[in-house]
């Protein structure tokens, strides 16, 4: 049994995303029925739905940043009711037995199934994500929300932008004492400098806007350099435990990797859709430096990062859209025209 759902996707890379009905399966005994109140935009979902990232499976919904409320549980779900506020992020199945998954690093797992794009049982072979009225998804992947519900539409961007930076922040230990970079102010950005101020490190921003300045200060940052001023970027010269770096365009790493202390790390979680310039070896080797990576996080930790924003008061900037918006908010967020996050308020499906 399947049930039919609106949803907002495209047919071609080279198509505006449209009105379209889509499958939904009906809840398995450890499923959880979800109706969306609200999805995030993602740089992701353009990249994917304009086929700019090989293996677009098309007709492609995106959106990985959902909330909304339990509308139905299979009989053997225990953890969640109807009317529970819950939110679904970037992966609705793993294969649940390697040592990733029994880690809690199912984001790890080489059978991940992301929110949308890729194989499933489902019609129509592929999954579809969170642009669309309903989605159902196994119990172990939905994560409990503990803001209170006018927060909601700001909580949905946590569940990407979120734990893209709380998870990389957590693994190499941030907190007082530890001097952090937070490289671009964007949807990324604009959380890993809310989170390590929150953790109680001494953050600062990087920008190459000097119109931002003011604005990654009211964020959290305790500093902001300008990233084209050479004498301010030589000013941190050798003082940074970690730099995470969120710019999802190709650029020159060797200027950040000169900013790390002895055994720094500096830590890409932006996609570009084609590759950095190769880093200078010497910068690396010279100082036991480390450049790494970091993908989302597994289920337990963003459930440990979703209850630390609850904690903290923490939620994303956003601008609320319509459905029909979409298209025109793809191309204002490739020219950096939103703070921070587009959120889809889903009621205008």
């Given at each position: 049994?399947?049930?039919?759902?609106?949803?907002?996707?495209?047919?071609?890379?080279?198509?505006?995303?449209?009105?379209?009905?889509?499958?939904?399966?009906?809840?398995?005994?450890?499923?959880?029925?979800?109706?969306?109140?609200?999805?995030?935009?993602?740089?992701?979902?353009?990249?994917?739905?304009?086929?700019?990232?090989?293996?677009?499976?098309?007709?492609?919904?995106?959106?990985?940043?959902?909330?909304?409320?339990?509308?139905?549980?299979?009989?053997?779900?225990?953890?969640?009711?109807?009317?529970?506020?819950?939110?679904?992020?970037?992966?609705?199945?793993?294969?649940?037995?390697?040592?990733?998954?029994?880690?809690?690093?199912?984001?790890?797992?080489?059978?991940?199934?992301?929110?949308?794009?890729?194989?499933?049982?489902?019609?129509?072979?592929?999954?579809?994500?969170?642009?669309?009225?309903?989605?159902?998804?196994?119990e172990r992947y939905v994560l409990r929300i503990r803001?209170?519900?006018?927060?909601?539409?700001?909580?949905?961007?946590?569940?990407?932008?979120?734990?893209?930076?709380?998870?990389?922040?957590?693994?190499?230990?941030?907190?007082?004492?530890?001097?952090?970079?937070?490289?671009?102010?964007?949807?990324?950005?604009?959380?890993?400098?809310?989170?390590?101020?929150?953790?109680?490190?001494?953050?600062?921003?990087?920008?190459?806007?000097?119109?931002?300045?003011?604005?990654?200060?009211?964020?959290?940052?305790?500093?902001?350099?300008?990233?084209?001023?050479?004498?301010?970027?030589?000013?941190?010269?050798?003082?940074?435990?970690?730099?995470?770096?969120?710019?999802?365009?190709?650029?020159?790493?060797?200027?950040?990797?000169?900013?790390?202390?002895?055994?720094?790390?500096?830590?890409?979680?932006?996609?570009?859709?084609?590759?950095?310039?190769?880093?200078?070896?010497?910068?690396?080797?010279?100082?036991?430096?480390?450049?790494?990576?970091?993908?989302?996080?597994?289920?337990?930790?963003?459930?440990?990062?979703?209850?630390?924003?609850?904690?903290?008061?923490?939620?994303?900037?956003?601008?609320?859209?319509?459905?029909?918006?979409?298209?025109?908010?793809?191309?204002?967020?490739?020219?950096?025209?939103?703070?921070?996050?587009?959120?889809?308020?889903?009621?205008?499906?």
């Amino acid at each position: 049994m399947s049930t039919n759902t609106k949803a907002f996707g495209a047919y071609a890379g080279d198509k505006p995303l449209e009105p379209m009905q889509i499958k939904r399966r009906a809840p398995g005994d450890h499923d959880v029925q979800i109706d969306i109140q609200f999805c995030g935009v993602c740089h992701s979902d353009l990249h994917q739905v304009r086929a700019e990232w090989a293996g677009t499976l098309f007709p492609c919904v995106p959106g990985h940043e959902i909330v909304g409320k339990v509308s139905a549980v299979g009989n053997q779900v225990e953890d969640f009711a109807i009317g529970d506020l819950v939110g679904v992020g970037c992966i609705v199945d793993s294969c649940q037995h390697c040592d990733d998954c029994e880690s809690g690093l199912e984001n790890y797992c080489d059978s991940m199934t992301g929110t949308y794009n890729f194989p499933t049982p489902d019609e129509p072979g592929h999954t579809l994500g969170g642009y669309s009225q309903n989605i159902v998804v196994h119990e172990r992947y939905v994560l409990r929300i503990r803001h209170p519900e006018e927060q909601l539409a700001a909580v949905a961007p946590l569940l990407c932008a979120g734990i893209t930076t709380y998870s990389p922040l957590r693994h190499w230990k941030v907190g007082p004492g530890k001097k952090i970079g937070i490289v671009g102010i964007g949807g990324l950005g604009h959380m890993g400098i809310k989170l390590a101020h929150a953790m109680g490190a001494h953050v600062v921003a990087f920008t190459t806007s000097e119109s931002k300045r003011e604005d990654a200060k009211a964020l959290g940052a305790d500093e902001v350099v300008i990233s084209r001023n050479e004498d301010e970027m030589a000013a941190h010269g050798k003082s940074f435990d970690l730099i995470l770096n969120t710019v999802a365009a190709p650029h020159d790493l060797d200027a950040y990797l000169m900013l790390l202390k002895r055994d720094g790390t500096m830590t890409l979680v932006g996609a570009p859709s084609s590759p950095h310039p190769s880093p200078q070896i010497f910068n690396l080797i010279f100082k036991r430096r480390a450049i790494a990576g970091s993908m989302i996080g597994g289920i337990p930790e963003t459930q440990e990062m979703l209850d630390f924003c609850a904690e903290h008061d923490i939620v994303a900037d956003i601008e609320m859209i319509r459905m029909e918006e979409i298209n025109e908010a793809y191309e204002r967020m490739l020219k950096g025209d939103v703070k921070y996050r587009f959120v889809i308020d889903s009621a205008t499906l």
